[in-house]
T-cell receptor, first 112, second 114 residues
Framework: TQLLEQSPQFLSIQEGENLTVYCNSS?????LQWYRQEPGEGPVLLVT?????EVKKLKRLTFQFGDARKDSSLHITAAQPGDTGLYLC????????????FGPGTRLSVLP | DTGVSQDPRHKITKRGQNVTFRCDPI?????LYWYRQTLGQGPEFLTY????????KSRLLSDRFSAERPKGSFSTLEIQRTEQGDSAMYLC????????????FGPGTRLTVT
């Protein structure tokens, strides 16, 4: 059973479009992180959210942590081919970040 | 480059052989994690160290797997008597170990067992 579910599993869009991907769980997390991973490489940390309802912006990326700290979303505005990759969310199940649980990821392809 | 490094990047081995991977974390980080990732999945936690102490191990870590971090700096992950099911990307990450515990990943070691 996946503690973290991500949707959609795959997403293919044209350059310039907006998109939102989701990370959902029935568990409460003390913090949640989003990563982007390219083929053959390790995940690269994008953001950490820790407070319910928190919204963080990173250029064209907007991250939101749900009020109940069980879900999160990532919105990309005006997607570019460089945004292509596997987007992973990971939740920490205690305040010390032990044993992070990763979702299966959303594979995004942005076509020029 | 002061990021997390892993060696080798790729390893091909025959079933039944032993393999060892190395991870060098970011120098100021006291936590070090090992994960395994198979195609189409997110990373799965294997084990982690706080300095030299191995504090937690996943049930995925069978008795053929052993990890060490002898001086609280670099770490090694050894797999004995490899099986085809061990084929995966093995990722190492490190962190300061503070609340929020932001983990920084290395590039991974891709293991193929033939």
């Amino acid at each position: 059973t996946q503690l973290l579910e991500q949707s959609p599993q795959f997403l293919s869009i044209q350059e310039g479009e907006n998109l939102t991907v989701y990370c959902n769980s029935s568990s409460v997390f003390s913090s949640l992180q989003w990563y982007r991973q390219e083929p053959g490489e390790g995940p690269v940390l994008l953001v950490t959210v820790v407070t319910g309802g928190e919204v963080k912006k990173l250029k064209r990326l907007t991250f939101q942590f749900g009020d109940a700290r069980k879900d999160s979303s990532l919105h990309i505005t005006a997607a570019q081919p460089g945004d292509t990759g596997l987007y992973l969310c990971a939740g920490a199940r205690d305040n010390y970040g032990q044993n992070f649980v990763f979702g299966p990821g959303t594979r995004l392809s942005v076509l020029p | 480059d002061t990021g997390v490094s892993q060696d080798p990047r790729h390893k091909i081995t025959k079933r039944g052989q032993n393999v060892t991977f190395r991870c060098d974390p970011i120098s100021e980080h006291n936590r070090l994690y090992w994960y395994r990732q198979t195609l189409g999945q997110g990373p799965e936690f294997l084990t982690y160290f706080q300095n030299e102490a191995q504090l937690e191990k996943s049930r995925l870590l069978s008795d053929r797997f052993s990890a060490e971090r002898p001086k609280g700096s670099f770490s090694t992950l050894e797999i004995q008597r490899t099986e085809q099911g061990d084929s995966a990307m093995y990722l190492c990450a490190s962190s300061f170990g503070l609340d929020g515990d932001e983990q920084y990943f290395g590039p991974g070691t891709r293991l193929t067992v033939t």
